[in-house]
């Protein structure tokens, strides 16, 4: 089982809709999460950390689920700017080693 | 700017050749990263420095990679006798110090062409 995992989409969604991806990990010792962006042929950025309690950035929202093993985020009224590829990053709690996910890939349409 | 700079941009050898990539990172971080980043794929994880030492080099594919980070700062990405499958776009990112879930900081990515 791969320790991060995504449904790499794409998810085609139209102007103003909401969307949610969601990401599972493996090693349930993991505390660090987080969500990256990455436009096409371009380095990824932070897009914001998940907290256990759950954080919210605008239109972003990212929320932790342990029990589960998943973290998710909430995307609302998308922006034809918001079309990238969104990366889920789990640290590995003994290593300290970033790992990211596949990307889900995300496409705003006019 | 002061961000992470990598060095070549893009790189085309030949299979066999041996390749060096550079990454000056953000002065003052003490942890660096290596990934490697294959077209539709995430960054996969090659090797992360702490200071001049290797913290973790688990994603290192095979015994003709090797990283080096002498001084703890400038890091270099070797590549002894290149495959086709090497072909990839390499990343390095660092931190301000690592393990305590701080942003990474990436450079721009060194694409590598293996004809």
Redesign the interface.
């Given at each position: 089982r791969k320790e991060v995992e995504?449904d790499?989409g794409p998810f085609n969604v139209p102007e103003g809709a909401t969307v949610a991806f969601n990401c599972t990990y493996s090693n349930s010792a993991s505390?660090?999460f987080f969500w990256?962006r990455q436009d096409c042929r371009?380095?990824?950025?932070?897009l914001m950390?998940v907290y256990s309690s759950g954080n919210e950035d605008g239109r972003f929202t990212a929320q932790l689920n342990r029990a589960s093993q998943y973290i998710s985020l909430l995307i609302r009224d998308s922006k034809l700017s918001d079309s990238a590829t969104y990366?889920c990053v789990v640290?590995?709690p003994l290593?300290?080693?970033?790992?990211?996910?596949?990307?889900t890939r995300l496409k705003v349409l006019a | 700017g002061a961000g992470v700079s990598q060095t070549p941009s893009n790189k085309v050898t030949e299979k066999g050749k041996y390749v060096e990539l550079r990454c000056d990172p953000i002065s003052g971080h003490t942890a660096l990263y290596w990934y490697r980043q294959s077209l539709g794929q995430g960054p996969e994880f090659l090797i992360y420095f702490q200071g001049t030492g290797a913290a973790d080099d688990s994603g290192l594919p095979n015994d003709r990679f090797f990283a080096v980070r002498p001084e703890g700062s400038v890091s270099t990405l070797k590549i002894q006798r290149t495959e086709r499958g090497d072909s990839a776009v390499y990343l390095c990112a660092s931190s301000p110090s690592g393990g305590g879930g701080g942003e990474l900081f990436f450079g721009e990515g060194s694409r590598l062409t293996v004809l």
């Amino acid at each position: 089982r791969k320790e991060v995992e995504q449904d790499p989409g794409p998810f085609n969604v139209p102007e103003g809709a909401t969307v949610a991806f969601n990401c599972t990990y493996s090693n349930s010792a993991s505390q660090s999460f987080f969500w990256y962006r990455q436009d096409c042929r371009k380095e990824p950025k932070l897009l914001m950390s998940v907290y256990s309690s759950g954080n919210e950035d605008g239109r972003f929202t990212a929320q932790l689920n342990r029990a589960s093993q998943y973290i998710s985020l909430l995307i609302r009224d998308s922006k034809l700017s918001d079309s990238a590829t969104y990366l889920c990053v789990v640290i590995n709690p003994l290593t300290y080693k970033y790992i990211f996910g596949t990307g889900t890939r995300l496409k705003v349409l006019a | 700017g002061a961000g992470v700079s990598q060095t070549p941009s893009n790189k085309v050898t030949e299979k066999g050749k041996y390749v060096e990539l550079r990454c000056d990172p953000i002065s003052g971080h003490t942890a660096l990263y290596w990934y490697r980043q294959s077209l539709g794929q995430g960054p996969e994880f090659l090797i992360y420095f702490q200071g001049t030492g290797a913290a973790d080099d688990s994603g290192l594919p095979n015994d003709r990679f090797f990283a080096v980070r002498p001084e703890g700062s400038v890091s270099t990405l070797k590549i002894q006798r290149t495959e086709r499958g090497d072909s990839a776009v390499y990343l390095c990112a660092s931190s301000p110090s690592g393990g305590g879930g701080g942003e990474l900081f990436f450079g721009e990515g060194s694409r590598l062409t293996v004809l």
